[in-house]
């Protein structure tokens, strides 16, 4: 990149941290197009690129102040693309354990005291999405229970995809938060079948 165009970047990222909408547009269109083949290359996923995209302008925004320190913005932009894309593939791959933890457990002929880790195990799970709330444990159920894809769901529910996304991943968080609380990871870790 020019000392100009980057030059021209750092003048545009301070009207942004001013609160210039139309400054925002401007990097939004610079950018959006970029971002999108990085995600879209590393994920293999137009609607899992586009929903990063998204999420990345949106931090933007909220954290518009911040931007009249950063001295190179493609670089901070594009570690921000790939931190999303990382944060992708962690919930993916939280998600399969969980799953495929959930499964292993119920299949398993087991001993005593992996029977006793299964009922442990489900008596948590359950604790963790009774704590939710209501939305998130409906669109979890639809979701893992049922096996239906988001655009279906936002149909059934008359909210938008997004909607049905952001639901899903809190509810995965909390889940996630309540288990580790519990110190219930650390149980799965070290007793069942030494997988996690």
């Not at 939004?28 to 990063?52: C, G, H, L, N, P």
Request: net charge neutral.
């Amino acid at each position: 990149m020019s000392d100009c165009l980057q030059y021209d970047e750092i003048k545009l990222l301070a009207e942004v941290a001013s609160g210039n909408e139309a400054a925002f547009r401007k990097l939004f269109d610079i950018y959006k197009e970029r971002f999108y083949a990085v995600a879209f290359k590393m994920t293999q996923s137009d609607e899992v690129a586009e929903d990063i995209v998204q999420d990345v302008f949106m931090n933007i925004w909220k954290n518009r102040e911040r931007f009249l320190t950063v001295e190179h913005p493609s670089s901070y932009f594009f570690t921000a693309v790939y931190r999303k894309v990382y944060h992708h593939y962690r919930r993916l791959a939280f998600e399969r354990k969980f799953l495929q933890s959930a499964s292993r457990v119920k299949e398993s002929e087991s001993t005593t005291d992996e029977m006793v880790i299964t009922s442990e195990y489900s008596e948590w799970i359950s604790r963790a999405v009774a704590e939710l709330p209501p939305r998130q444990r409906l669109v979890l159920k639809l979701s893992k229970e049922e096996g239906m894809k988001r655009e279906d769901i936002a149909r059934q529910l008359e909210i938008s995809p997004h909607t049905v996304k952001n639901l899903l991943s809190n509810a995965l968080k909390s889940i996630h938060t309540f288990l580790t609380k519990s110190s219930l990871i650390f149980i799965i870790i070290n007793m069942v079948r030494g997988e996690w």
